[in-house]
């Protein structure tokens, strides 16, 4: 049972653009939502994380939109850049608990 | 300050043989975690360590699979006998686990394994 749903898998941007992705989740009690970004033989880091008593976080070009009522959030990188390449993973995990679901992530690539 | 390290980075071996994979978590953190990564089933938790005794192995494909961890500073993941299947890229990861706070996991690069 997949409790995150990630998509797309796949998202092609010019240098630039905007690139969206949107995830998903199923249980009402999961409280922290984390993405990660995994650069090619590395593993994943870290790359902003939110809380559902807010509707928004951002920490540079990268924003993360929460909708609580639609269980969906999804992370904006504005102004992509070809450094932006990578897989992006979202998560979510419960109160008190340090076990992230993961989505299935999503391969971004930033053409110059 | 020094990341969680895992060795070997790559391991190629035939079918049959005893893989051993090693991870050393970041100082000062009391959880630990092994993943495993393929295309077709992404990220998977196979096990995770909270100080040092593990809580949860239901991920763990099968027996042929084994892990511990002996002290705070390190810990292995063992496959016995291995299978072609088992090839993927397997990451360690460590965190501080608070009990009401979410803390983030930390990554090592992985190991990429290849089971000829």
């Known amino acids: 049972q997949q409790q995150v749903k990630q998509s797309p898998q796949s998202l092609i941007v010019q240098k630039g653009g905007i690139s969206i992705i949107n995830c998903a989740y199923e249980n009402t009690a999961f409280d922290y939502f984390p993405w990660y970004q995994q650069f090619p033989g590395k593993g994943p880091a870290l790359l902003i994380a939110i809380r559902p008593d807010v509707s928004e976080k951002k920490e540079g070009r990268f924003t993360i939109s929460f909708n609580k009522s639609a269980k969906q959030f999804s992370l904006h990188i504005m102004d992509s850049q070809p450094g932006d390449s990578a897989t992006y993973f979202c998560?979510?995990?419960?109160?008190?608990?340090?076990?992230?679901?993961f989505g299935r992530g999503t391969s971004l690539i930033v053409h110059p | 300050d020094a990341g969680v390290i895992q060795s070997p980075r790559h391991e190629v071996t035939e079918m049959g043989q005893e893989v051993t994979l090693r991870c050393k978590p970041i100082s000062g953190h009391n959880s630990l975690f092994w993943y495993r990564q393929t295309m077709m089933r992404g990220l998977e938790l196979l096990i995770y360590f909270n100080n040092n005794v593990p809580i949860d192995d239901s991920g763990m494909p099968e027996d042929r699979f084994s892990a511990k961890m002996p002290n705070a500073s390190f810990s292995t993941l063992k496959i016995q006998p291995s299978e072609p299947r088992d090839s993927a890229v397997y990451f360690c990861?460590?965190?501080?686990?608070?009990?009401?706070?979410?803390?983030?996991?930390?990554f090592g690069d992985g190991t990429r394994l290849s089971i000829l």
């Open positions: 998560a979510a995990s419960l109160g008190g608990s340090y076990i992230p679901t």
């Open positions: 990861a460590s965190s501080l686990a608070s009990g009401t706070a979410n803390q983030p996991q930390h």
